[in-house]
């Protein structure tokens, strides 16, 4: 018996009254790469912003490891790095930049840090992000 066979047998054993309690536990599960994804993002951007703070060349910062480890979440990383955005907690334009491959800020609000966070934040609304 394959396995997609033996999982429609279990599933067929299951009464209607026991839906809540999958439906909660399968959401659990998926919930918890999420959480684990976050709590190592929040790792890497005390880490970058402890071992940063006293650099002034934006190149430096944005070549640091855990910088370079937030790029490298991918996707996943995006509505964690808007809410820094919206927390207005650090230089995040390379990195979601990178990531996502797409720039919303206009030529003209280049430098101006709070038109490029509202540009971004707008952006991340418009594609569906939540953070």
Known sequence: MTFKERLIKELEQISESQFPTILNFLHQLQQQPAQELEVTFNHLV???KAETRFLSDPHQMVLHPAYQQIIGM???AVPLLLRELEKKSGRW??????ITREDPVPPEARGRTQVMIQAWLDWGRAKGYQW
């Open 93 to 98: 334009f390379w990195a979601i930049k990178s």
């Open 46 to 48: 005390q880490q970058w």
């Open 74 to 76: 991918g996707e996943a």
